[in-house]
T-cell receptor
Framework: NAGVTQTPKFQVLKTGQSMTLQCAQD?????MYWYRQDPGMGLRLIYYSASEGTTDKGEVPNGYNVSRLNKREFSLRLESAAPSQTSVYFC????????????FGPGTRLTVT | QQQVKQSPQSLIVQKGGISIINCAYE??????FPWYQQFPGKGPALLIA?????SEKKEGRFTISFNKSAKQFSLHIMDSQPGDSATYFC???????????FGEGTQLTVNP
């Protein structure tokens, strides 16, 4: 039981490049989330998927897109990376939208130059 | 606008001491208040949580105190240990669920 896994662990992009961050969970959870973590700002929700087939914007969705590929996988795409998107990105999952405990992956450290 | 305000930003405590981290919120629709613990290079993990119908919850050395009228809650770590050194986040969630709002985080260092 791996929990929540994320790939890659580290990535360096040039401004304007695109990339997709991958997330998968093996806990049969219905809800999945993408956060970014910046110093002094806590964790901010980018997008979430309450259930398979649905996605909703969070607090900071601009510059990102998501895909809930199936129940296990939830990807985050940066179409044209900007230095302001330099951050640590965490994927999380919970049993469903009314289940308060979220399980986090190990994070992806992204640097945009 | 940060809906959950957390302080202090950093905290240094001696081994055996008490660590206290405070959070305040404005949204009265929040009805679940968890604390997450994050070690360097790892994702956050749920540590302890409280609902507003109780004023205190204790799990081992960790205690949450909740003041509904003041819209404040705090984490107390008794007998702090070097292994408690981590970043702690308070959070809050509305009755409708699905979205946690996090505080800014507190980096705790417990010196041996």
């Amino acid at each position: 039981n791996a929990g929540v896994t994320q790939t890659p662990k580290f990535q360096v992009l040039k401004t304007g490049q695109s990339m997709t961050l991958q997330c998968a969970q093996d806990m049969n959870h219905n809800s999945m989330y993408w956060y970014r973590q910046d110093p002094g700002m806590g964790l901010r929700l980018i997008y979430y998927s309450a259930s398979e087939g649905t996605t909703d914007k969070g607090e900071v969705p601009n510059g990102y897109n998501v895909s809930r590929l199936n129940k296990r996988e939830f990807s985050l795409r940066l179409e044209s990376a900007a230095p302001s998107q330099t951050s640590v990105y965490f994927c999380a999952s919970s049993y469903d939208r009314s289940s308060y405990e979220q399980y986090f992956g190990p994070g992806t450290r992204l640097t945009v130059t | 606008q940060q809906q959950v305000k957390q302080s202090p930003q950093s905290l240094i405590v001696q081994k055996g001491g008490i660590s206290i981290i405070n959070c305040a919120y404005e949204n009265t629709a929040f009805d679940y208040f968890p604390w997450y613990q994050q070690f360097p290079g790892k994702g956050p993990a749920l540590l302890i949580a409280i609902r507003p119908d109780v004023s205190e919850k204790k799990e081992g050395r960790f205690t949450i105190s909740f003041n509904k009228s003041a819209k404040q809650f705090s984490l107390h770590i008794m007998d702090s240990q070097p292994g408690d050194s981590a970043t702690y986040f308070c959070a809050a969630e509305e009755t409708s669920g699905s979205r946690l709002t996090f505080g800014e985080g507190t980096q705790l260092t417990v010196n041996p």
